[in-house]
């Protein structure tokens, strides 16, 4: 027989099998809240209603019982008077809690399989993450260690929304400790590794627009790769308008007061992709 515990129900003392594949404690990151049980946090193995007038507060079962051993009288989560300490299961809540949690674990696995190699393992690239800001040198560390597309897009919006125009930040020196950090050729490299993502391909092309706005990665970003990279998005995700949005607003700003930065443009096919 598996792991048991006797625990007191409506129909006096009896055993719950408790079966320890079914629900993981720890797989409670990331559920929903009506998956918790208010009194330990934990996912809720057997949600049950109490025995009250008014209180419809949903715990687990095993909470509910270890608590009842200190007071009988109260409900655990909200504080109202219990009529005795008889519960009521809830079969359907406890399927759907089930179905969340595997739910979770096939999609923790399809993103496990689907993991790439994190860009900084793969490329040359060296960081100058100790003279920047803390909140700079995280943003860049992660799009540094991220291992999927989801990860590496969320990352590369995060750069684009520090380097864009915005009166909740300084952006001009973002943009400048940004660049210093090396946050631009993990862009780069970010679009070159995952060139299938249009998500990757558009949000990499709104940061490099952003970085762009200062002079000096300007400079940078009119480097032959680069250039190339954002005009291979453009080709490989023309069904994809928010890729070919971000795509000529990247170019815009690369070669907008740079007379070399447009004939890298030029030279990359950028006219004729356009």
Not at 36 to 53: A, F, G, H, K, R
Not at 96 to 121: E, F, G, Y
Not at 136 to 154: F, G, H, N, P
Request: proline share 4%; net charge negative; glycine share 4%.
């Amino acid at each position: 027989m598996s792991e048991q515990k006797r625990q007191k129900g409506d129909d006096g003392t009896h055993i719950i099998p408790r079966n320890n594949d079914a629900i993981d404690i720890d797989d409670d990151d990331g559920l929903p809240d009506w998956c918790l049980c208010p009194i330990s946090s934990e996912v809720m193995e057997q949600p049950v209603n109490m025995d009250s007038e008014e209180c419809e507060c949903v715990v687990d079962l095993v909470s509910f019982t270890d608590f009842q051993k200190k007071d009988t009288e109260r409900c655990p989560a909200c504080g109202d008077k219990l009529l005795s300490d008889r519960v009521q299961r809830i079969p359907v809540l406890r399927d759907a809690i089930q179905k969340a949690v595997q739910d979770k674990r096939s999609s923790a696995a399809a993103a496990a399989a689907t993991a790439k190699p994190t860009l900084l393992s793969t490329t040359s690239i060296e960081l100058d993450l100790d003279s920047v800001p803390p909140d700079i040198a995280a943003m860049v560390r992660e799009i540094a260690d991220a291992t999927t597309e989801d990860m590496v897009a969320e990352a590369c919006q995060k750069i684009s929304a520090a380097a864009r125009n915005s009166a909740a930040r300084n952006s001009a020196e973002d943009r400048v400790q940004i660049g210093k950090a090396g946050g631009m050729p993990l862009v780069v490299a970010a679009m070159a590794q995952y060139q299938e993502s249009a998500a990757v391909q558009e949000q990499a092309c709104w940061a490099l627009c952003c970085l762009a706005i200062d002079s000096n990665n300007q400079k940078a970003i009119g480097k032959a790769d680069r250039v190339e990279a954002v005009v291979s998005a453009m080709r490989q995700h023309e069904a994809s308008a928010g890729v070919q949005e971000a795509v000529c607003a990247a170019m815009a700003n690369m070669a907008y007061k740079n007379n070399k930065n447009r004939i890298a443009v030029a030279k990359a096919g950028g006219i004729e992709a356009v």
